[in-house]
């Protein structure tokens, strides 16, 4: 099995941690709020397998994780492995995933991880990042999450729409580019916290601190948050650029 240089990466950005640095001080503040508001957090997708979970992440792309909730019963009734989805009719796959958009690419993308799954790894999810992001459809959000929640293997934090907007509004990274932002936030929350930060800043993103309209009154990260009761600029996403993009 080829060797996972993410480890050796997690490892180096730990050891650049600096406990006294107020971004890192803030950082745990902001994790243990969280903790406090979102005890029971975990991803919020239904699954069964590995397989299921990643299928049901490429879907969540530019969509909610309530409906995908409410399409993936009948897609994994259909076809509920790797091998079934890797012959399935494209037509009929793409029928069943219409209602979460951009189907044509997701089930493109589905169906061509599940190819490779059967080809090149026996029919089961790879563990390893390296391995996973070779998967079409597949990038590091991606990745981090089957990693996580099918394997318990916590090798970098999920940088969604979510987290990418309340860490920046939070201070605790100025990149809007998500690689960056997750090595910023490996830098500052603990690794056995890294996909957990992830889901309760999810939560909070949803509960709370809406793109739209953030609820800073409400908010107990307001006063850890630089920039409580500013405007929020959201930059809308062209149907391109979110077609020809892996999550």
Request: aromatic letters at 4%.
């Amino acid at each position: 099995m080829p060797k996972d240089n993410n480890h050796e990466n997690e490892a180096q950005y730990c050891m650049k941690i600096d406990h006294k640095s107020p971004h890192k001080k803030r950082a745990l503040e902001v994790l243990a709020r969280l903790k406090r508001l979102y005890p029971d957090a975990t991803c919020s997708l239904d699954y069964t397998t590995p397989v299921q979970l990643l299928v049901a992440t490429i879907l969540s792309a530019q969509c909610t994780d309530e409906r995908v909730n409410k399409v993936t019963p009948a897609l994994f009734a259909r076809f509920p492995d790797a091998r079934s989805m890797a012959n399935a009719d494209i037509l009929e796959l793409e029928e069943l995933v219409r209602s979460t958009g951009f189907y044509h690419n997701k089930a493109k993308n589905i169906q061509g991880a599940c190819r490779k799954i059967v080809e090149d790894f026996n029919g089961e999810v790879p563990q390893q990042m390296d391995e996973l992001m070779t998967l079409p459809g597949v990038a590091r959000k991606t990745a981090n999450v089957v990693s996580a929640h099918a394997f318990g293997n916590i090798q970098g934090v999920t940088v969604d729409t979510h987290v990418k907007r309340l860490t920046n509004l939070l201070g605790l990274t100025a990149h809007s580019d998500p690689i960056k932002i997750e090595q910023d936030l490996m830098k500052l929350i603990p690794k056995v916290d890294w996909e957990n930060f992830s889901i309760m800043t999810i939560y909070h993103g949803r509960a709370i601190c809406n793109a739209r309209k953030p609820n800073c009154p409400d908010c107990e990260l307001a006063e850890l948050c630089p920039s409580e009761h500013q405007p929020v600029k959201t930059k809308a996403k062209s149907k391109s650029s979110v077609r020809n993009s892996k999550s």
